[in-house]
């Protein structure tokens, strides 16, 4: 079956610290993208980060970079140097090459950022 | 801002009822896609269109149908509610007919409360 797992409900981090936001994946597909997007509280969805399956480097945005363990089926979000503004819901996402494309979203971690 | 409008950003009706929600894709995009945000659920995928024609289909209820026109905006029909189908409803767009790297950009939603 293809799955995320998120397993941090919750987490606190320092501001201006780098905080590590984990992902792991299930599919027994070769070919599969990655996506990380951030809802604030206000609702909207984000999109973040993009990491293929087939992509030897790692991907960075910015403040975000992807640290993909294809080995490990885990794609963990780094943000570098956090700030207030990243107090959100995070969502790791899926593509998977077969069943139709369709998206598949982990159950999110709610990071809070402290002053 | 992504570019999706959605409209109208709040519903409130009665158990029964029907409604439609409305969405507008980012210029350019070809593919509109809906999502169900709910506590219980998380992110569920409910259905895509490209180009005017279903391209995929999630876990979408029968009570539901969507539709996507020539001018690429797309409507969700939900119909006979139900208390559960209280959610958040996202619209997202994405240029091409759901390529592994196609990155979705998600509208504001709309909530939807069922009384």
């Known amino acids: 079956a293809q799955k995320i797992t998120q397993t941090q409900p919750g987490m606190f981090v320092q501001e201006k610290e780098a905080v590590t936001l984990d992902c792991t994946y299930d599919?027994?597909?070769?070919?599969?993208?990655l996506f990380w997007y951030k809802q604030p509280s206000s609702g909207e969805m984000i999109f973040l980060i993009y990491?293929?399956?087939?992509?030897?480097q790692n991907a960075t945005e910015g403040r975000y970079s992807l640290n993909f363990q294809k080995a490990r089926k885990s794609a963990n979000l780094v943000i570098s140097a956090s700030q207030l503004g990243d107090s959100a819901m995070y969502f790791c996402a899926m593509r998977p090459y077969t069943g139709g494309f369709k998206t598949i979203f982990g159950a999110g971690t709610r990071l809070f950022v402290k002053a | 801002d992504s570019g999706v409008t959605q409209t109208p950003k709040h519903l409130i009706t009665a158990t029964g009822q029907r409604v439609t929600l409305r969405c507008s894709p980012r210029?350019?995009?070809?593919?509109v896609y809906w999502y169900q945000q709910s506590l219980d659920q998380g992110l569920q995928f409910l259905i895509q269109y490209y180009n005017g024609e279903e391209r995929a289909k999630g876990n979408i209820l029968e009570r539901f149908s969507a539709q996507q026109f020539p001018d690429l905006h797309s409507e969700l029909n939900l119909s006979s509610l139900e208390l559960g189908d209280s959610a958040l409803y996202f619209c997202a767009s994405s240029v091409s007919r759901g390529r592994m790297a196609d990155t979705q950009y998600f509208g504001p939603g709309t909530r939807l409360t069922v009384l």
């Open positions: 990491q293929g399956s087939y992509d030897e």
């Open positions: 210029s350019g995009d070809l593919s």
């Open positions: 599919t027994s597909d070769q070919s599969y993208g």
